[in-house]
C-alpha cells in the first residue's frame, strides 16, 4: 500500500472549457500542502476531485493506495468546504459531532473528543449555542472541529477562510497550525492568500491561471511549531515574495 | 401614539360584528341567508356540549386526513426529489389534482367509499396532498449543497442524507404549505361530511342536516359555520406554535430589526 495522496496526470474538463491541465502532486502523511493560485485556476475542481466529489476527465487519484471512494467509504477524509456549511438546527456541540454521528459503522478509530476540540479553539462556552448566534470566525472554528472530530488521517480544505477578515483570518490560521500539528494530518489546503500558504505549509504548489497547470512546488523551510511571530520573520517576507512572483509569471503565461 | 396590533385588531372584529349584526336587523334578512352574530353566540351559549362534540368530530376528521396527507406527501416527495424523471411523470397529475374543483367530484367518491369516514379522510388528504407534495420536493432541494458535499465526503447513507439533512431543511416550506392546506382540509372535511350525509357528528354533517330538517333551525347551520371559522383559527394558531417551536433556527421565525 502507497500511504499518502497520490495525484497521477489528473485533467478536468467542463464540455470545451479546460479547467484543469494534467496536474501530478504527492502528499505524504503528515504533510500540509498548500495548492496556491488565481481564482477560477482549478485549484478548487483539484480539490474535490481528490476528495471523490468530482470524477477527473483524465487520470488517477490515490490515497492509502485506493481511490477516492473508498477513503469516503473509510471515513479517512475531513472536509471543510468554503463557507462553514453548519446545520442551523443543531448546537455547536451537535454541529461538531455530525460527521462521527453520520455511518457510524465506518469509524474505525477511536475518534477525538468534541468537547475537547471546542475547547481548544475557545468555544468550549458558546456549546449549546445555534450557528446564527456566532460569528463568522467562530462558525468556521466549528466546522474545523467537525472536519478534526472525524480522527482522519487526510484533511481537504476549500479556502476555508476566504470570506473572514484579515484578522480573524490571521487567527484562523494560526489555530489550524496548532491543531495540525500534534496529530500528523497530511493537508491539502486551497488558498489565494500567500500568508496563509506560506504560514501553513510545508510544500506549495503554485497554479498557472486556467487551465491550471502547476508551474512551480516550493518547499516552505520553517520550523515547527509554527508561531505568530513567524510573521515578522525575514525567510516568512522571502517565501511570500517568491510566492508572488510565481503568481505573477503564472498570471502571464 | 403607542402601537397596538391586538387593540386595533379586536377593534375590527367587533366593528364588522356590529355591522353585520345591523344589517341583518335593518335589512331584515332570512336566518337560514343570514343570522345575526348575537343569536349565533346565543344558540352556541345555550347548548355548547353539542358544538364542542360536532366541533371535536371535524377537528379529528381534519387533523387524520392532514396527517395522512402528509405522511404521504413526505415519502411521495422524498422519490421524487430523489428520481427527476419520476418528478416529470407525476407532476401533471399532482397539477391536476390541485386545479380540479374537488366539489365536482365528491359525489363519485362517495359513490365509491361509501359514505361516511373513509370518504371524509380521503377527502382531506387527497386535496392536502399536492401541495405538501411540492413543498417536500422544493425543500428537499433546497438543502445547503456545501452541506450536502460534507455529507458526501464520509460517504453518508441517503437515509442519514435524509434524515439529517435534507427533511429538516425542507421543514420551513412543509409548514408554509401546512398553513393553508389545513384551511383546504378543514373545507373538504366539512364538505365531506356534509355531502356523505352519514349519522357521522360533525360540523359539516350538522350544517347538511339543518338543510334537510329545517326543524332544526338556523341558529344550528349558522352556530357550525362560526365553529368551524374558530376551528380553522385554532388550526393556523396550532400551525404557528409548532412551527415557532419546530423551526426557531429559522430566519423566519428570529425577530430582528429590519
Known amino acids: ?253 | 401614539m403607542k402601537q397596538r396590533p391586538a387593540v386595533w385588531a379586536t377593534i375590527g372584529v367587533i366593528a364588522f360584528g356590529v355591522v353585520w349584526e345591523l344589517f341583518v336587523r335593518i335589512g331584515d334578512i332570512k336566518p337560514f341567508a343570514l343570522l345575526e352574530p348575537s343569536r349565533i353566540v346565543r344558540a352556541i351559549a345555550d347548548d355548547p356540549t353539542f358544538f364542542l362534540r360536532i366541533t371535536w368530530s371535524t377537528a379529528w376528521h381534519t387533523l387524520a386526513g392532514v396527517a395522512i396527507g402528509l405522511v404521504l406527501a413526505i415519502v411521495t416527495g422524498a422519490a421524487l426529489a430523489a428520481f427527476r424523471p419520476l418528478e416529470w411523470a407525476v407532476q401533471p397529475i399532482l397539477v391536476l389534482i390541485m386545479v380540479t374543483p374537488w366539489v365536482a367530484y365528491i359525489s363519485s367518491i362517495i359513490l365509491l367509499l361509501g359514505a361516511g369516514l373513509p370518504t371524509i379522510l380521503f377527502m382531506v388528504s387527497f386535496v392536502t396532498f399536492p401541495p405538501f407534495v411540492f413543498a417536500t420536493v422544493l425543500g428537499l432541494r433546497s438543502a445547503d449543497v456545501s452541506a450536502r458535499e460534507v455529507f458526501a465526503s464520509i460517504d453518508a447513507s441517503p437515509f442519514d442524507v435524509f434524515w439529517r439533512l435534507r427533511f429538516p431543511s425542507a421543514l420551513p416550506s412543509i409548514f408554509t404549505a401546512a398553513r393553508f392546506s389545513v384551511g383546504l382540509g378543514l373545507a373538504a372535511a366539512f364538505f365531506a361530511e356534509g355531502g356523505s350525509a352519514s349519522s357521522l357528528p360533525g360540523l359539516g354533517a350538522t350544517a347538511a342536516r339543518t338543510r334537510l330538517d329545517q326543524t332544526l333551525g338556523a341558529p344550528v347551520l349558522w352556530g357550525s359555520i362560526l365553529c368551524s371559522t374558530l376551528l380553522g383559527i385554532g388550526f393556523l394558531l396550532g400551525v404557528t406554535v409548532l412551527e415557532r417551536k419546530l423551526l426557531k433556527w429559522h430566519p423566519s421565525q428570529r425577530f430582528t430589526i429590519g
Open chain 1, 1 to 253: 500500500m502507497t500511504a499518502g495522496i497520490h495525484i497521477e496526470g489528473i485533467s478536468k474538463s467542463f464540455g470545451t472549457l479546460d479547467a484543469l491541465a494534467p496536474v501530478d502532486l504527492e502528499v505524504q502523511p503528515g504533510e500540509v500542502v498548500t495548492l496556491l493560485g488565481p481564482s477560477g485556476c482549478g485549484k478548487t475542481t483539484l480539490l474535490r476531485i481528490v476528495a471523490g466529489l468530482e470524477r477527473p476527465t483524465t487520470g488517477i487519484v490515490s490515497i492509502d493506495g485506493g481511490p477516492p471512494d473508498t477513503a469516503r467509504t473509510r471515513k479517512q477524509i475531513g472536509f471543510v468546504p468554503q463557507s462553514p456549511a453548519l446545520l442551523p438546527w443543531r448546537t455547536v456541540e451537535a454541529n461538531a459531532r455530525l460527521l462521527q454521528d453520520v455511518n457510524k459503522v465506518s469509524n474505525p478509530r477511536l475518534l477525538p473528543d468534541v468537547v475537547d476540540l471546542l475547547d481548544q479553539v475557545g468555544l468550549a462556552d458558546f456549546r449549546n449555542a445555534y450557528p446564527h448566534e456566532l460569528s463568522g470566525g467562530m462558525q468556521q472554528r466549528v466546522a474545523l472541529v467537525r472536519a478534526f472530530a472525524l480522527g482522519a488521517p487526510y484533511l481537504l480544505m476549500d479556502e476555508p477562510f476566504a470570506a473572514l477578515d484579515e484578522i480573524t483570518r490571521a487567527e484562523m490560521r494560526h489555530l489550524l497550525a496548532t491543531l495540525c500539528e500534534p496529530l500528523n494530518t497530511a493537508v491539502l489546503f486551497v488558498t489565494h492568500s500567500l500568508a496563509e500558504a506560506v504560514y501553513l505549509s510545508d510544500r506549495v504548489a503554485v497554479l498557472s491561471v486556467r487551465p491550471g497547470r502547476i508551474t512551480e512546488t516550493v518547499r516552505v523551510r520553517l520550523d515547527r511549531p509554527r508561531t505568530p511571530d513567524l510573521e515578522n520573520d525575514s525567510t516568512f517576507f522571502a517565501i511570500e515574495t517568491r510566492l508572488r512572483h510565481l503568481l505573477q509569471e503564472g498570471a502571464e503565461r
